[in-house]
């Protein structure tokens, strides 16, 4: 029987459902402590005094002898990349609202924040800067010392000569400026961490997706061999790129932990999630395109400020740079591209990696643009695509990228069928006679999937007839349990309950770059492939001694080593030869998944209200493991696009640096009733760039939605003369909108 291709249902979704998963808040150590966190009211101020130490009570004089926590991004800047100090605790200053000061423990959560509410600190307020343009602004308020003007790196890629003379002699050239909305995640689960020292070892259980590449870290902070520090994430609700980083939570529950001879656990509120947790995206970008007479692409120019926060996270300056560096393009011939990327500190919760991290933003500004040229110049939007299209691979594009294959013509053409666009004339119609706008946006999208280069496998055989997939990657909810044991089912024969899947453990797991990029099935995918095939052949060595056959005699089908008409079970030769085997598997090549999408919107032009009313799309990822899985991850990114277009809108005071949308109540989530059917259909041509052919789906949806809906919006909006508006898109954006072109 085949798995591989199969829309099995995810078998971690029993123990979800029955609340028998095992999160960080679900599990307690015998000793442990409380911690709480006291944190900065001020955007930005000098501390003058802390009143309240003690032997529970711990600031930065405490722990000055520690590393500094690191950024784990190598980025290629003009000139070096300025890097300050951030220490697990402010140091004499606080550089935005939730900035940590000091770590309070107790027996108990009430006792440990009944202890912070007597810690006193004295505060002198500082002018603060929440804006990344008006950071880079003279005579801006400097967040520190070492970083002049607030300017920690300047990156610029391709070739700004030839996109210039392209510019100059292009028959059309429109022009955007974009603000890519900063988001506040809000995973499910918010972070959790318990740290423990015990036998010279640090031990961290939590909410985590890339436990080695943490444990590396922490080592570096203490400055000990990484054989002394174990990290642990039992089940992870949610994370989207954010719960790779270091924190300065992680730092601090180890060393109270080493101080004190007991675990220490913390769980952060939502409150304090949204102040201290990473948060994504924050750029504003001036973007130009050119076109020839006949509408073929000449050229793209990207200038853009990214929004750093307050500290540099560690995958932080990827996000403005890299990322969108290898998507710039899509899937579109453009012969010339320059990027120009200014990055700036603010008196901001820090930006890290969310879900594409910076790809949404490279698909987003060009698909506006594209949308706009045809608008303005006379082109079909699906036209105007299609004819631009890469239609010969391999492809190189004009930042270096190669993509080696794709249906994005295809995608277009058949996404067109599926939601009778054909039809829209007479929807729009019925629209109209109730009072309504209609919209439709229809936008293409072309990820570029790895992440973290190579990756690690292993393969356990048990006594008991059960063999572990032990693999570096990491799900946070994707259904890693369901898919792996699929993909070992089909390449050892064994049926897929003989498997158990085992993450997530530095102690257990002996690498892995884990979460983050589209990655786990390209690259742990193809790392149980090589391992896979390497127990097949130990196997055939060692069935054929057990068979009396030669090597070359010996084949393995249906999980079994078969020579003539002898056969021994794998399974078998497993009781009787050492067929454990573990692979780094060094692989470093990009895919390149890639859609087109159509939304339809209706607009109340009386209240600016917008309801997503269809949303369809056609999509490449590849060969599917699990389709129902695949389509699940689509949806779920599609609701995150979503809300970034139409609700999530991250306000901090320009006077205060405070966080105005600091809460549920202020922040808009997508909820079910938001949401239309999401249609998706899977559609794909298998890549070469691992033995799967899989190309990964996990942030595809994030940057589909959101040029989709504001096409679909600007659509509806254009009888009234609004050719404009920004991310989110709200009621009372629209209507402003509306009235002032309204206005005589």
Not at 390 to 417: E, M, Q, W
Not at 453 to 479: C, H, K, Y
Not at 603 to 629: F, K, S
Request: glycine share 10%; proline share 6%.
């Amino acid at each position: 029987m085949t798995f591989i291709g199969q829309s099995t249902r995810r078998v971690e979704d029993e123990r979800f459902l029955t609340g028998r998963g095992t999160f960080v808040d679900d599990v307690n150590l015998a000793g442990q402590l409380f911690a709480y966190v006291v944190r900065s009211p001020h955007a930005h101020a000098v501390i003058e005094r802390i009143d309240g130490r003690g032997a529970s009570v711990f600031t930065y004089e405490d722990i000055a002898d520690l590393g500094l926590l690191p950024c784990a991004t190598a980025v290629a800047t003009v000139g070096p990349m300025l890097v300050p100090p951030r220490p697990a605790l402010a140091n004499g200053r606080v550089r935005h609202v939730g900035d940590p000061v000091a770590f309070v423990v107790g027996e108990t959560p009430a006792e440990a924040r009944d202890k912070a509410e007597r810690v006193v600190v004295e505060y002198r307020p500082l002018p603060p800067v929440v804006n990344a343009a008006a950071a880079l602004a003279p005579g801006a308020p400097l967040l520190w010392d070492e970083v002049p003007g607030n300017l920690s790196f300047r990156f610029q890629k391709g070739d700004p000569g030839a996109v210039r003379a392209a510019l100059a002699r292009a028959a059309h050239v429109v022009e955007l400026d974009l603000i890519n909305n900063r988001l506040i995640i809000a995973p499910t689960e918010t972070r959790a961490a318990i740290g423990r020292f015990e036998h010279d070892t640090f031990h961290l259980f939590v909410t985590a997706a890339s436990v080695h590449a943490i444990r590396d870290q922490l080592a570096g902070v203490f400055r000990v061999p990484t054989d002394k520090v174990l990290v642990s994430a039992p089940d992870v609700g949610g994370g989207f790129g954010i719960k790779n980083a270091l924190y300065p939570e992680w730092v601090m529950l180890l060393w109270i932990a080493r101080q004190l001879g007991r675990p220490v656990k913390w769980v952060e509120d939502r409150a304090e999630d949204f102040v201290s947790t990473a948060q994504g995206r924050d750029n504003i970008t001036t973007a130009r395109l050119g076109l020839d007479p006949d509408g073929r692409f000449l050229a793209l120019d990207v200038s853009t400020i990214a929004n750093l926060g307050a500290y540099m996270s560690g995958g932080g300056p990827g996000s403005s740079t890299n990322a969108p560096a290898n998507a710039m393009g899509s899937g579109y011939v453009i012969p010339a591209i320059a990027m120009d990327v200014r990055a700036a500190f603010t008196n901001t919760v820090p930006i890290d990696a969310y879900r594409g991290a910076g790809k949404p933003e490279a698909n987003y500004l060009l698909e506006r643009l594209i949308d706009l040229a045809a608008r303005r110049h006379g082109f079909d939007p699906a036209d105007l695509r299609r004819r631009n299209m890469v239609t010969d691979f391999p492809y190189t594009k004009a930042l270096g990228s190669v993509i080696d294959g794709g249906r994005f013509a295809a995608n277009v053409d058949d996404v067109i069928a599926l939601a009778d666009r054909n039809g829209f004339a007479a929807r729009r119609a019925a629209s109209e006679r109730r009072g309504l706008l209609r919209g439709l946006g229809l936008c293409c999208f072309m990820e570029t999937a790895r992440g973290a280069p190579n990756e690690g496998a292993e393969i356990r055989f048990a006594a008991n007839g059960t063999v572990e997939l032990l693999v570096g990657t990491q799900s946070n909810g994707q259904g890693h349990e369901t898919s792996y044991p699929q993909i070992a089912a089909d390449l050892l024969g064994l049926p897929p309950e003989t498997f158990r899947y085992t993450q997530g453990d530095t102690g257990r797991v002996r690498a892995g770059n884990g979460h983050g990029g589209a990655r786990s099935m390209h690259m742990g995918g193809a790392a149980l492939f090589r391992a896979a095939n390497e127990v097949i052949a130990k196997g055939t060595a060692a069935a054929a001694l057990l068979l009396q056959a030669k090597p070359d005699e010996v084949r393995f089908e249906n999980g079994a080593f078969v020579a003539g008409e002898r056969a021994i079970a794998l399974l078998d030769v497993a009781r009787e030869a050492p067929l454990d085997t573990y692979v780094w598997n060094l692989l470093d090549v990009i895919t390149f998944p890639n859609g087109c999408h159509i939304a339809e919107v209706e607009v109340d032009p009386e209240t600016g209200l917008v309801t997503l009313d269809r949303y369809h799309g056609v999509d490449d990822y590849g060969t599917l493991i699990n389709p129902m899985l695949t389509i699940g991850q689509v949806q779920g990114g599609l609701a995150q696009g979503i809300g970034q277009a139409m609700l999530e809108h991250t306000v901090y005071d320009l006077e205060s640096g405070q966080l105005l949308s600091g809460s549920l109540m202020d922040y808009a989530l997508p909820k079910a009733a938001d949401l239309p059917d999401l249609n998706i259909m899977l559609s794909g041509t298998p890549t070469n760039a691992n033995p799967l052919g899989v190309k990964g789906a996990g942030q595809a949806g994030a940057m589909a939605a959101p040029q989709t809906i504001i096409c679909a919006i600007l659509d509806a909006l254009a009888p009234l003369g609004v050719t404009h508006i920004d991310m989110p898109a709200t009621p009372e954006r629209i209507w402003r909108a509306i009235q002032e072109k309204a206005k005589p």
